[in-house]
């Protein structure tokens, strides 16, 4: 039998073994470079991949953007080449702003935030947002840009429909067996807003606390996709193609291919 695709929209991936591991489950990651080095690292892994697999028939996407923790590095994580190397990103992101996990100037975070979504705007990409605890300012600054959106790990208990509204998507992790808001936000999210997220192997382990094996990579999106089904009352397989489908549309398959 031949398993569905499944699309991990938000990772972060650090090896050749961990990319292949992910096309070996059939899973296919949008993989997040927030430095030129990572993102250096990412195609030359990458060319290291499609060398072996002449016959693989698919696309390695990536999101590229300056990380709200690194507001006041721009010029150490990209030197001059951040909107040339946005221009070729499949997404830009993760962008935003956070007020918990980093002490990183607001100042310097809302003028690299600013930038990259004019960036975007200018290439015409949607962004992967990151809104820790800032999630107020950051709508305020979004309903003045007409961008696909797509909010990461959001787990705030306010606001949620208000990003509806902005017509933002929103990826969902294993947080929802552990996070109250993230399950009572994905009461309130139409179908075609949803898309699955791991966040990369360090978050999975710094969620369950223990160490990740990336063989089980399959299981845990399939237990997410099982849980988002349970709470929207529709089958896996509805869920499941409605996870793929909204996948695609972003990442513009309809019209590439
Ligand atoms: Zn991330």
């Known amino acids: 039998m031949v398993r569905k695709k499944i ?8 090896s050749l073994e961990v990319l292949e591991a992910y096309y070996d489950h059939d899973i296919v990651p949008v993989i997040n470079c927030q430095s030129s080095n990572e993102y ?18 698919g696309r390695i996407y990536y999101s590229l953007g300056i990380h709200p923790f690194d507001a006041d590095i721009v010029d ?19 962008i935003g702003m956070d007020a918990c996990w980093c002490d990183t100037p607001f100042d310097d975070q809302e003028r690299a935030f600013v930038m990259s979504l004019d960036l975007a705007k200018k290439y015409n990409k949607s962004v992967i947002l990151h809104t820790k605890m800032m999630e107020a300012r950051i709508y305020n600054i979004l309903k003045d840009y007409n961008l696909d959106m797509v909010i990461h790990w959001y787990s705030c208990d306010k606001y949620v429909r208000e990003f509806i509204d902005l017509g933002c998507y929103f990826t969902v992790g294993p947080a929802i067996f552990l996070d109250e ?14 898309l699955l997220e791991t966040d990369g192997v360090d978050a999975l382990e710094w969620l369950f606390k223990k160490e990740f094996d990336i063989n089980n990579l399959r299981n845990i999106l399939e237990a997410v996709i099982g849980e988002l089904a349970d709470i929207k009352q529709v089958s896996f397989d509805i869920m499941s193609d409605s996870l793929t489908a909204n996948s695609e549309r972003l990442l513009g398959k309809d019209f590439y291919e």
């Open 181 to 194: 808001n993230v399950r009572n936000m994905v009461k309130l999210l139409p179908m075609d807003r949803i």
């Open 40 to 57: 250096l690292r990412l195609m030359a892994d990458r060319d290291v991949f499609l060398k072996a697999r002449p016959y693989f028939d």
């Open 7 to 14: 699309y991990d929209f938000h990772t972060h991936i650090s």
């Open 76 to 94: 150490q994580q990209f030197g001059s080449s951040y909107e040339d190397l946005i221009g070729g990103a499949d997404l830009i992101g993760e």
